[in-house]
């Protein structure tokens, strides 16, 4: 059997794949079974933040491996204390529990809020407000708290205790505040699967002095946006608010698992010895790729990646086929005059990967893609943009 008929028959039938297997990649370029090359421009979904085999990122892992490449949490390690403290110095948190996913820090700053809201409020101040249009994970928790009825359907029913408010409605996220006994408000500075939007600034900051007032804890879910991606390290800094807990994962691993739920003063002590916990959390080979990633996400590298940014915003704004771009940073979405499923298509037959996102086309290249190789997707994705069907 060839890889395809293999993996249709034996893998869950979970994922729609494009006809495609990669074997090898470098950078922004990777190689299918025949040779043929592409340029990246979906990473993994936002996780090779350097891109593929990228040589300092392999290394730092490498080295690692060579020393032992796990232990349990009942012992300390090196790895994961060096990364708490990076991630604490370049965002002002105060701690940080690490796991394996999105969905899992997610998990941590639900039960984190539950607990605080609890011991400050009292047991019925339950209630964790998300945004409509949101995505924050797969597990019957997260997926509650995932604003967008399609993903909920079949397995009701979820966990109780989630409201969702329109992100461009202050006064009714205010009434729903007001009118309930809310634990945390939950948010994506940029929706990423709802379709790469930002919320507004006003939007923004209205929801973190609702949150100050009510003394509810402001939740920022950065695991797409987040280091690096928006041109900052975390896409709320492009806000001016504070979160009082951010979760992150995707690009902070470069390619490895890792999830981390960071907390500020307000809940730094909220979980105590046997609140939560992961048997891979931590993962010394994980965090040794991920401290060597956060230690290049330097404001000079970050500059790059606004360039990079604004290149792509001015090419594709206003070109044949286009109706609109969308995001931040790095987190692009394409709203073009045809299906996003041909552009994605006819993309991969020139050489060129992107994902979608709802209707829209999405591009989540690799930080450090090399100039040549992004103006020549670019090109790839304005000819695919302006040909008629
Ligand atoms: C991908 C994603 C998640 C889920 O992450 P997993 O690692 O797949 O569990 C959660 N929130 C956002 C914003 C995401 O983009």
């Known amino acids: 059997m060839n890889v395809i008929e293999l993996d249709q028959s034996y893998v869950a039938n979970t994922y729609r794949r494009f006809p495609l297997e990669i074997v090898s990649g470098k950078g922004s370029l990777v190689y299918d079974e025949n040779g043929k090359e592409y340029i990246d421009m979906g990473t993994g979904i936002a996780v090779n933040t350097f891109g593929l085999c990228d040589p300092v990122w392999s290394s730092a892992v490498t080295l690692q491996m060579q020393k032992f490449q796990h232990t349990s949490n009942l012992y300390y390690t090196r790895p994961c204390a060096e990364l708490a403290q990076l991630l604490c110095e370049r965002t002002g948190m105060k701690k940080v529990f690490f796991g394996n996913s999105g969905a899992e820090a997610n998990e941590c700053a639900i039960k984190t809020a539950r607990?605080?809201?609890?011991?400050?409020?009292?047991?019925?101040?339950?209630?964790?407000?998300?945004l409509t249009g949101s995505f924050h994970g797969r597990t019957v928790t997260t997926l509650a708290a995932t604003g967008q009825e399609v993903f909920h359907k079949e397995f009701l029913p979820l966990?109780?205790?989630?409201?969702?408010?329109?992100?461009?409605?202050?006064?009714?996220?205010?009434?729903?505040v007001e009118s309930n006994k809310v634990a945390?408000?939950?948010?994506?500075?940029?929706?990423?699967?709802?379709?790469?939007?930002?919320?507004?600034?006003?939007?923004?900051?209205?929801?973190?002095?609702?949150?100050?007032?009510?003394?509810?804890?402001?939740?920022?879910?950065?695991?797409?946006?987040?280091?690096?991606r928006s041109g900052k390290l975390y896409g709320y800094m492009n806000y001016g608010i504070t979160p009082d807990i951010v979760t992150t994962a995707k690009?902070?691993?470069?390619?490895?698992?890792?999830g981390a739920c960071m907390f500020g003063e307000k809940c730094e002590f909220t979980l105590g010895f046997g609140d939560h916990?992961?048997?891979?959390?931590?993962?010394?080979?994980?965090?040794?790729g991920a401290?060597?990633?956060?230690?290049?996400?330097?404001?000079?590298?970050?500059?790059?990646?606004?360039?990079?940014?604004?290149?792509?915003?001015?090419?594709?704004?206003g070109a044949r086929g286009v109706k609109s771009v969308s995001g931040m940073g790095l987190m692009?979405?394409?709203?073009?005059?045809?299906?996003?499923?041909?552009?994605?298509?006819?993309?991969?037959?020139?050489?060129?990967?992107?994902?979608?996102?709802?209707?829209?086309?999405?591009?989540?290249?690799?930080?450090?893609?090399?100039?040549?190789?992004?103006?020549?997707?670019?090109?790839?994705?304005l000819t695919a943009c302006a040909a008629k069907e």
């Open 291 to 317: 401290l060597s990633i956060l230690q290049r996400l330097t404001d000079k590298f970050l500059e790059g990646v606004g360039k990079r940014s604004d290149y792509i915003f001015k090419k594709l704004s």
């Open 277 to 288: 916990g992961s048997t891979f959390g931590g993962n010394p080979l994980a965090c040794a």
């Open 159 to 176: 966990t109780e205790g989630f409201l969702y408010a329109d992100p461009t409605n202050l006064s009714a996220l205010t009434s729903l």
């Open 115 to 130: 607990k605080y809201a609890k011991e400050k409020k009292g047991e019925d101040y339950y209630q964790i407000i998300t």
């Open 332 to 381: 692009i979405g394409v709203e073009c005059d045809r299906p996003a499923a041909e552009i994605v298509a006819e993309c991969r037959e020139m050489g060129v990967l992107v994902l979608t996102a709802k209707a829209k086309v999405r591009l989540l290249p690799a930080l450090n893609i090399p100039m040549d190789q992004l103006e020549r997707a670019i090109d790839v994705l």
């Open 251 to 258: 690009g902070l691993g470069g390619g490895l698992p890792i």
């Open 184 to 228: 945390a408000i939950l948010f994506e500075p940029v929706q990423g699967e709802g379709g790469v939007t930002a919320l507004s600034h006003e939007f923004v900051a209205g929801m973190a002095a609702l949150a100050k007032k009510h003394d509810i804890l402001l939740i920022a879910d950065e695991v797409q946006i987040g280091n690096g």
